[in-house]
C-alpha cells in the first residue's frame, strides 16, 4: 500500500490547491469531501441514517441532502455534528484506505479537512498541514464563497486553530504569498516524500511535466 501522507488545513487555507498540485505531480490524491458526496447520494445507507438521525428537513426539492441546510444544522449543534461525523467518518476512511491500496503512487495525499479534530492523523505515515494568515483567509472565503465575516467566525469556532494543528503536524506549507511560492513549498515536500517512500513516481512525474 502507498504511503499515507494526511493533508488538512482550516477553512480558506487553500488546501485543495495544494492537493491540485501535488496532483499535477504525478502523486494519487484523494478527497474527503468527493467521497462524502458519494455516501450521501439518495439511496445509500449513510443517506437514510443521516435522515433519519437529523430529519426530513435536510431534504432539498430534488430529493438529495440540502449541505448547507445540514452545515448550519451541525454548526449549530455539537451532538448533531458528532452524529453526523460517527455516520460519515468510518465509511469515508474505509474508502480511501481502499483507494491508497490500490495506488501505484510511492504516496498519496489524504485531504481530510477534520483530519486532527478526528484523531485520524494518529493513522497517517505522515501529516501536513497548510495555514494562512486571518486576513488572507477571510478575504478568500469572501470572494470565493461568498461568506460574510460571522459566518466565516462561526466556521472557525468549530475548527482547531493553525497553531493547535501546526502543534500535530509533520509538516507546513504556508499559504499566504503567491502561486509560485506556494508551488515551490509542495515541490520540496514532494521531494522529500520521494526519498521517503520510494522512488516508484519518476515516470509519472517526467509525464506530468507540470514543473521542471
Not at 450521501?40 to 437514510?48: C, D, H, L, Q, S
Not at 477534520?114 to 505515515?125: A, F, K, N, T, V
Amino acid at each position: 500500500m502507498a504511503a499515507r501522507v494526511g493533508l488538512t488545513g482550516g477553512i480558506g487555507s487553500g488546501k485543495s490547491t495544494v492537493a491540485n498540485l501535488f496532483k499535477q505531480l504525478g502523486v494519487d490524491t484523494i478527497d474527503a469531501d468527493l467521497i462524502s458526496r458519494e455516501l450521501t447520494r439518495p439511496g445509500t445507507p449513510e443517506f437514510e441514517q443521516i435522515v433519519e438521525s437529523l430529519g426530513s428537513g435536510i431534504i432539498d426539492n430534488s430529493g438529495h441532502i440540502d449541505r448547507k441546510k445540514l452545515g448550519e444544522i451541525v454548526f449549530r449543534n455539537d451532538k448533531k455534528r458528532d452524529l453526523l461525523e460517527s455516520i460519515l467518518h468510518p465509511p469515508i476512511l474505509d474508502k480511501m484506505f481502499d483507494q491508497c491500496r490500490k495506488s501505484k503512487s510511492p504516496y498519496c495525499i489524504l485531504e481530510i479537512p477534520l483530519l486532527i479534530e478526528s484523531g485520524q492523523h494518529e493513522l497517517m505515515d505522515r501529516v501536513v498541514v497548510v495555514t494562512c494568515n486571518p486576513e488572507t483567509r477571510t478575504s478568500r472565503l469572501q470572494q470565493h464563497r461568498k461568506m460574510s465575516v460571522d459566518e466565516i467566525n462561526r466556521v472557525l469556532d468549530t475548527q482547531l486553530s493553525d497553531r493547535e494543528r501546526a502543534a500535530k503536524a509533520d509538516d507546513v506549507i504556508v499559504n499566504d504569498s503567491t502561486i509560485a511560492a506556494l508551488e515551490a513549498q509542495v515541490t520540496r515536500l514532494h521531494e522529500t516524500y520521494r526519498s521517503m517512500f520510494g522512488p516508484k513516481m519518476d515516470q509519472q512525474i517526467r509525464r506530468a511535466g507540470r514543473w521542471s
